[in-house]
């Protein structure tokens, strides 16, 4: 079985797969201090509750954009799964798109595998939401090479960054608003917030939909993804929040 592990700013993401087939998925905290110890006594007890063992384990390719990371997770499989992992971005893995960018170095991991799973379910050009620490916008061509994209502050900065600048102002938890127009400071924050957030993804998506010079699909993806869509957009019409980890897997599979 393939392990796959996305690792990014705010949360990373453990999934198992057998080919295909996604046996169980796991959220944590981004721990940047967490040995590979640490991580194992974690892991190894969600697997236990899927009936699954580190035996079962036997490739492993990680996504991360969290240097400090990449070590303990490396380790992990090294020395609890008897596997040496496949890093996306190292010398020789062929992620199967073109990075048709100034310096395709600088781009996220994450991004390019979004990339990679998205054309592989639309098989032309499509659109990517990701709403993650930031929100990120990436454009894949018809022939599926990484065009580029956009990245803008994500719901959770946002909100944190509006609480602690506006003394008056509380925090709040992110929810659906009760009302476009709020009865109180609190639905005031939260509409903001939500439909916000939901006219920047609308508009950037039917501004990105015109650069490609006709419709493309869009797919959002990320922790973050349920609190906007599809209740309050209408440009996305899809919601993968495993499509990481999905593009790992194709990755893997590509180079295995």
Wanted: charged share 20%; aromatic share 8%; glycine share 10%.
């Amino acid at each position: 079985m393939l392990l796959a592990i996305d690792a990014g700013n705010t949360n990373i993401v453990f999934a198992v797969f057998e080919g295909t087939e996604l046996k169980g998925s796991w959220r944590a905290s981004t721990h940047a201090r967490w040995t590979a110890d640490e991580y194992a006594v974690w892991f190894t007890q969600l697997l236990a509750l899927k009936a699954l063992t580190p035996k079962d384990i036997d490739a492993c390719i990680i996504s991360s954009v969290v240097p400090d990371v990449l070590f303990s997770l490396s380790t992990l499989a090294k020395q609890y799964f008897g596997t040496k992992p496949r890093i996306v971005g190292e010398p020789g893995l062929d992620l199967g798109v073109r990075v048709l960018l100034d310096r395709p170095e600088e781009v996220g991991a994450d991004r390019l595998v979004n990339a990679v799973a998205a054309h592989a379910r639309y098989g032309g050009a499509c659109i990517v939401v990701d709403f993650g620490t930031a929100i990120t916008y990436d454009v894949v061509s018809a022939e599926g090479e990484y065009l580029g994209g956009i990245i803008s502050p994500g719901i959770e900065i946002s909100l944190e960054a509006l609480t602690a600048r506006a003394a008056k102002l509380p925090a709040i938890e992110l929810g659906e608003p009760r009302s476009l127009i709020g009865k109180t400071t609190a639905d005031a924050v939260r509409s903001g917030i939500v439909y916000g957030f939901a006219a920047q993804v609308d508009g950037i998506v039917d501004r990105l939909r015109g650069e490609l010079g006709g419709e493309a699909p869009a797919i959002a993806t990320g922790g973050l993804a349920h609190h906007i869509v599809p209740s309050f957009t209408e440009s996305i019409g899809d919601v993968d929040e495993l499509l990481t980890l999905r593009g790992l897997q194709l990755v893997w599979d590509r180079n295995r």
